[in-house]
Antibody, heavy 121, light 108 residues
Framework: EVQLVQSGAEVKKPGESLKISCKGS????????IGWVRQMPGKGLEWMGIVYPGDSDTRYSPSFQGQVTISADRSINTAYLQWSSLKASDTAIYYC??????????????WGQGTLVNVSS | SYELTQPPSVSVSPGQTARITCSGDALPNQYASWYQQKPGQAPVLVIYKDTERPSGIPERFSGSSSGTTVTLTITGVPAEDEADYYCQSADSSGTYGVFGGGTRLTVL
């Protein structure tokens, strides 16, 4: 059974750094792209970027380029999303997801449970 | 940046057919998928590659594509299908994904 298990909820202050994780199991983690999706309170889904654990190739949505860092460690089947300096506007639920990804299609077939990040002074 | 456009809301009575559209310039060249999200839950894939239905998704969910518009159709909608629905595709080069703004389906 494919599973993506994310790290727990975080409460941080503006300016702090943060790294959240997503551990995959039940499939060959290195061979599928992992994506991160943001959902701000009461709002829709936003595609942030993706990483290929096999070679750490990373692609960011233009809106998130330079704002976050996406990475993966294939040796422990884990992907990461990190911030160097959080803002209050980063408050959201963050989902990791497994992608079926080619040049003609990309879609998410499995989702993590979500990690709530609350940034408040 | 590239955008997908969905109606904010659609309302139907139980047993009727709901149609939710999604428009985008790159849709003739990029497949679309659809996700259902209920309150407090992660999204669930209900349609991929415009028309394909994952295993375990009821047959009442179907997808279609015509030019720059894709459509999610739910036939004989039960109350349990009340949720937010999001289309998703990619920019014309397939480099990054994009979601539509979401459509709240209300079953009156």
């Amino acid at each position: 059974e494919v599973q993506l298990v994310q790290s727990g909820a975080e409460v941080k202050k503006p300016g702090e750094s943060l790294k959240i994780s997503c551990k995959g199991s039940g499939y060959n983690f290195a061979r599928y792209w992992i994506g991160w999706v943001r959902q701000m309170p009461g709002k829709g889904l936003e595609w942030m970027g993706i990483v290929y654990p096999g070679d750490s190739d990373t692609r960011y949505s233009p809106s998130f380029q330079g704002q976050v860092t996406i990475s993966a460690d294939r040796s422990i089947n884990t992907a990461y999303l990190q911030w160097s300096s959080l803002k209050a506007s980063d408050t959201a639920i963050y989902y990791c997801a497994r992608l079926q990804y080619t040049s003609a299609t990309n879609y998410i077939d499995y989702w993590g449970q979500g990690t709530l990040v609350n940034v408040s002074s | 940046s590239y955008e997908l456009t969905q109606p904010p809301s659609v309302s139907v009575s139980p047993g009727q057919t709901a149609r939710i559209t999604c428009s985008g310039d790159a849709l003739p060249n990029q497949y679309a998928s659809w996700y259902q999200q209920k309150p407090g839950q992660a999204p669930v894939l209900v349609i991929y590659k415009d028309t394909e239905r994952p295993s375990g998704i009821p047959e009442r969910f179907s997808g279609s594509s015509s030019g720059t518009t894709v459509t999610l159709t739910i036939t004989g909608v039960p109350a349990e299908d009340e949720a937010d629905y999001y289309c998703q595709s990619a920019d014309s080069s397939g480099t990054y994904g994009v979601f539509g703004g979401g459509t709240r389906l209300t079953v009156l």
